[in-house]
């Protein structure tokens, strides 16, 4: 993030929600755009988050999806964090290739205290650490990579977890905003929008990248070991680092601008779109299930006007359950 509170741009078309993939093959570098759009909006509208809040949140999903978009697998990659700060808890549940929900949890008064306090946005996290997790279904093992928080910002979190999990270089640019649509009549109605930026160092690139350290997550204290740049990464790194919030999430500006602006001499290459949807993965039958797993007592002390209410934290639909139905089918 490169700055501490939202902004505000006019939104000129609609045209969002997508992960688009590019390489540039002069700089031995590949990457992905993320817009979201109606998406985001949709997931933030249920929740009455303050705006710090959906800030944050909108940059988690975007980050989970320019990191999961990458798997070739059918499964989930779930990105949460963890903490002490003013937001405790942040959950993005990428189903791919192309289904995200997400919820927060917080405290809104220490919110609402930083708020007054314009404390950068990566100090609600607090101290604490930001796991992810690739969930290829049930015939395969999880695989989570963790990494501290610290009080500073999600694309620090993520250029972390790629230099002691993956060790590719990793460059990163995150970006969400309350902005604006005005009508016909100049009547101006608000909307969350959000998007990123992420490019990496091929591996095959050559003596350049990382050194190779053993799998999985670096254990904490030791320290991780230094590499020189290669021309091109630094090139291409710097060239990330131009980039503003404002062209990550104005519609104005397409995707295939924004990379021709950046890379076009050295040759940037798109790949196709995947298009992204909101879409929760709760159901009266997964909640029926997810009941049963409770015993008799448990249940029981659920019960309230003779129904079982449960709320799903990510899209806040209530499902209503019959105590009795969840005995009946456990004795049939």
Known sequence: ???????????????????????????????????????????LARHSYPDAVST???????????????????????????????????????????????????????????????????ALLGTGHMAMTIDPGTHASRYQGVVPLDGGSLEDAARLYFRQSEQIPTAVRLAAAHAYRSDRGGDRTFHWRAGGILVQHLPEAGPGRMPDLDPGDVPEGVELPDFDEVDEWTE???ILETVEDHELIDPSISAGNLLIRLYHERGVRVFDPTELIERCRCSQDRITDMLRGFSDEERADMVKDDEIVVTCEFCSTEYHVDPAALETSETS
């Open 1 to 43: 993030m490169s700055s501490d509170s939202p902004a505000a741009v006019v939104l000129d078309t609609s045209a969002d929600d997508f992960v688009l993939p590019f390489s540039v093959e002069g700089l031995d570098v590949r990457g992905r755009i993320v817009r979201l759009g109606p998406a985001i909006d949709a997931i």
């Open 56 to 122: 944050l949140l909108a940059e988690a999903t975007t980050l989970a999806v320019m990191l999961g978009a990458s798997l070739k697998i059918e499964g989930r990659f779930i990105l949460q964090t963890q903490s002490d700060g003013p937001v405790n808890l942040l959950v993005v549940d990428f189903e791919l290739p192309n289904r995200i929900r997400a919820c927060a949890t917080f405290d809104r008064e220490r919110v609402e205290a930083f708020a007054a306090d314009q404390a950068p946005v990566g």
């Open 236 to 238: 291409a790194r710097m």
